[in-house]
């Protein structure tokens, strides 16, 4: 199995740098997907995947049951690699999970023996050796209690996890991922099992942190009104398109992405959601991804976003 290699430049030569271009910014480029494959075996679940993400921006993802959309995010992650291709973060090939790819779960795991402060706080802690963890817990509290009030918790640091709702047991994960401090947070399925109240609630939280701390995020969803609700950008993974295959022997095909729309973070308020245009791109993105029946050519992707690529 071969994947497209990325040309050089016309005659093998680097460009020649345009003394009046200005510098790239070093918020470009963060997160580059370069022409990945994932296969177990013969079944390919991934091909030709490619993706260019700048830091801060809020990238949502949806696909179809079964896509890959949790397999790309793990790939990112470090937890998997790929079968070809590349991925790096901050211009760093993608080792093993590390501090620097924080991860927010569906199901949060909390120790229940444990206080929400201290669930919090053991993320500093765990790394450092007895002595010097004693003699930090000071400095580690603080930085606890802290990230506790980011997300709207604070009150609540000296009860266990089983006096919380879903929602705020969530809402721990999610600052125990951010004591961390990650270049980027990896978000999978987070509100899933979460009531629709409690979902929204969710949402704005993640949109007022991601705001006010400059954060980068992948967020892979299935819900759709989420994934256009909180994303700067949304990216559609799918199966459900006509592959190049020159001797037609091929009757099915990896997910790639098949949609890549840009989308406006003008304000948070949930009542975007009733809008006809917020309407008519869920429609837009079934469309390019969700009906097995529409099978769009490669060549005919919705690649509306600047950074996309085929």
Not at 41 to 48: A, F, M, S, T
Not at 207 to 234: N, P
Not at 251 to 278: E, Q, Y
Request: glycine share 8%; proline share 7%.
């Amino acid at each position: 199995m071969e994947t497209e290699k990325i040309k050089p430049p016309a005659g093998g030569n680097e460009p020649t740098k345009d003394p009046g271009k200005p510098p790239k910014d070093p918020r470009d480029d963060f997160l580059i997907v370069d022409h990945v494959v994932k296969a177990y075996g013969d079944h390919i679940v991934l091909e030709n995947v490619n993706l260019k993400m700048d830091r801060g921006e809020l990238t949502t993802v949806v696909g179809p049951s079964g896509c890959g959309k949790s397999t790309l995010l793990r790939l990112i992650l470090g937890q998997e690699q790929p079968t070809l291709g590349r991925v790096t973060v901050d211009e760093v090939d993608v080792g093993p999970p590390g501090p620097d790819r924080g991860i927010v779960f569906q199901k949060y795991a909390l120790f229940p023996h444990l206080t929400v402060l201290e669930n919090i706080m053991l993320g500093d802690q765990l790394p450092l050796g007895m002595i010097q963890a004693w003699s930090n817990r000071k400095k580690i509290r603080a930085e606890g209690l802290q990230y506790l009030e980011y997300v709207r918790l604070a009150e609540h640091a000296y009860k266990y996890p089983h006096q919380l709702s879903g929602g705020m047991q969530q809402r721990v994960a999610i600052a125990q991922a951010l004591i961390k401090k990650p270049k980027i947070l990896m978000m999978d399925e987070p509100f899933g099992a979460l009531d629709p109240g409690t979902r929204e609630a969710m949402q704005v939280l993640i949109l007022d942190l991601w705001k006010e701390h400059d954060m980068t995020i992948f967020f892979v969803t299935h819900d759709l009104e989420e994934a256009v609700y909180l994303g700067t950008r949304i990216l559609v993974l799918s199966q459900y398109y006509q592959g190049e295959d020159r001797d037609g022997s091929r009757t099915s095909w990896g997910a790639r992405i098949v949609a890549d729309h840009p989308l406006n973070r003008m304000a948070s308020s949930t009542r975007v959601k009733t809008t006809d245009r917020f309407g008519a791109l869920i429609a837009q993105i079934r469309e390019d991804g969700f009906d097995p029946e529409n099978r769009k050519q490669i060549k005919d992707f919705n690649m509306k976003h600047p950074d996309s690529i085929l």
